[in-house]
């Protein structure tokens, strides 16, 4: 896993619309695997900013959202479909066709989240899943005892997550107590995984995730098990961390060899 520790939550959005816009450009009909919650919204303006100043092109590209409340209209302000369009979609020239989120609204969840995971596979499967992390270590609804092998499903949210998403809501009891969400397996299938986590209130979800043990109790540590996982933190998130020294170090690496510097590297010099 990569960790690139940035200073604040504005460098953190910057360094991940980086990632983003490089797969885009690249390769335009791509499949990107979104987040909705308070991290990426500094992501979500970035590329905004890249559509309308360097003319990002999303015309081709497909996205899945990883979840949805059980029970809310797309037209919901809470809705997890009513925040991409606010946050992105309506900003950008994504195809509306091509935006997907978990239906909330269909009570057989059996074959709504069977057609979600179908049309994910049809799509060419996710080529990168953008992910924050709740303060319980969760990724997308997958709650703490959530299986490593879980696919897309109907989860209930635990009292943590409820008290953590009141805020949008107002009150606790009118936080949904259902949710449609990708399976901790259907985000390990993604190509790459993004992370991205800000603020002190994440630090120990954060070190548990990528320095503890793969745990159902802390489902982002599946990330662990993956081949291609960038976690983009800024200083609070990850100042938990016991190995920030190696992990500045990987990434001074990185850079000298992205910029073809091999003497800096030891290449060539013997
Ligand atoms: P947040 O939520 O970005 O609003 O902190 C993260 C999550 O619960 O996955």
Known sequence: MRVIIEKNADAVAVRAACFVAELIRRKPACVLGLPTGGTPLG??????????????????????????????????PQSYRYFMQENLFRHVNLDPAKTH??????????????????????????????????????????????????????????????????????????VPRLA??????????????????TGPGKAS???????????????ASALQLHRDVIAVLDEDAGGWLTRRECYAEFERAQRLLETGQWRELGIGKQ
């Open 205 to 219: 979800a954060v070190r548990s995730a990528i320095e503890g043990p793969v745990t159902a109790q802390v489902t």
């Open 101 to 174: 989120v978990p239906d909330g609204l269909s009570l057989d969840f059996e074959s709504s989240c069977e057609k979600y995971e179908q049309m994910i596979r049809a799509a060419g499967g996710i080529d990168l899943q953008v992910l924050g992390i709740g303060s319980d270590g969760h990724i997308a609804f997958n709650e703490p005892g959530s299986s490593l092998g879980s696919r897309t499903r109907v989860k209930s949210l635990t009292g943590e997550t409820i008290r953590d998403n009141a805020r949008f809501f107002g009150s606790e009891d009118q």
């Open 43 to 76: 992501l979500y303006r970035q590329l905004i900013r890249l559509h309308r100043e360097e003319g990002l092109d999303f015309s081709q590209v497909t996205t899945f959202n990883l979840d949805e409340y059980v029970g809310l209209e797309a037209t919901h």
């Open 180 to 197: 449609i969400t990708m399976g901790v397996a259907t985000i390990l299938d993604s190509r790459r995984c993004l992370l991205l986590a």
